[in-house]
């Protein structure tokens, strides 16, 4: 175990990057990972696909598939599956952003990598959805906070036809006493209200976990992957089957072992900024 600190840039969103993901609940950072780091992540995902067509197996302990089906494949929990996938959950740039949303010390709730393939019925049928009630937010220096952040990176380019995330716009503010199925039918009814993600792969979509969300529809030929990692304030716990290994966790810096078993729990420093303060390169 070392004990040395990685610092985290705060804040990490410049002034338009945070303005943006307050009124639409989404931000997209471009060149965030870089095409070598892409292209390691990637070629780590076809290969943990790969060995498992051909021998049923998983890549290691505590990790789990949440689908297997030839058009969608997907990991689940990936810190300790490869080098590559700490690297991204860990990444300075990234956690920093999750921080500044959360508004203090994050933990990682959940991780995990996506290979989608074309699918034969391209009608537009999205699959809406959000993993937590918008109520869990607060207010700081008049900017909103979240409780669950994603960061949802993409490892192809996306263009219009690559099926990226699709969001509603603006529904993180938009509470559980309106039904889903009601803001989703407005939504269709009004397409500039969906929003879908067009961008080089490396690219990051910033999200709170309320706003409405789905993947978008692949109308091109082309594989799309991802790979994303959702983080809570450090006293939060980590969704189901999602906790840590712990001989991984164990091995690594207090840092770090803090950002994926939440052990500072209550230890929690607000970390504020006001909209106009630039932010901090690294
Ligand atoms: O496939 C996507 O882009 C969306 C992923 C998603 O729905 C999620 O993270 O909950």
């Not at 494949?73 to 959360?102: K, T």
């Not at 803001?183 to 999200?207: K, N, W, Y």
């Amino acid at each position: 175990m070392s004990d040395t600190t990685t610092l985290t840039p705060f804040p990490a969103l410049s002034p338009a990057q945070r303005l943006h993901i307050e009124i639409y609940g989404y931000v997209i950072i471009e060149n965030v990972l870089t095409q070598s780091e892409v292209d390691l992540v990637k070629d780590t995902l076809y290969s943990i696909e790969a060995d498992f067509r051909r021998t049923g197996e998983l890549p290691g302990p505590n990790c789990f598939n949440t689908s297997t089906s030839e058009t969608f494949f997907r990991i689940d929990n990936l810190p300790h599956l490869a080098p590559c996938f700490f690297d991204y959950i860990a990444h300075p740039f990234i956690v920093g952003m999750a921080e500044e949303i959360i508004g203090g010390p994050a933990r990682l709730s959940q991780s995990d990598a996506h290979i989608r393939r074309p699918v034969e019925n391209k009608e537009d049928h999205f699959g809406f959805h959000r993993g937590i009630n918008p109520a869990y937010s607060h207010y700081e220096q008049g900017l909103y906070h979240f409780s669950f952040v994603k960061a949802l990176t993409n490892l192809t380019d996306l263009g219009p036809d690559d099926g990226g995330t699709t969001v509603i716009a603006g529904t993180h503010k938009v509470p559980t006493d309106v039904p889903q199925e009601a803001i989703v039918a407005a939504a269709m009814d009004d397409r500039s209200m969906i929003h879908q993600v067009e961008a080089p792969a490396g690219s990051t979509l910033l999200f709170y976990e309320s706003l409405l969300h789905a993947s978008g529809i692949i109308k091109s030929n082309r594989d799309r992957l991802l790979v994303l990692g959702g983080y809570v304030p450090s006293m939060f716990q980590a969704w189901n089957r999602y906790d840590p290994d712990p001989d991984f966790a164990k091995a690594l810096s207090n840092q770090h072992r803090a950002l994926i078993t939440g052990e500072q729990k209550f230890q929690w420093t607000r970390k504020l900024r006001d909209l106009a303060m630039p932010a901090q390169s690294v």
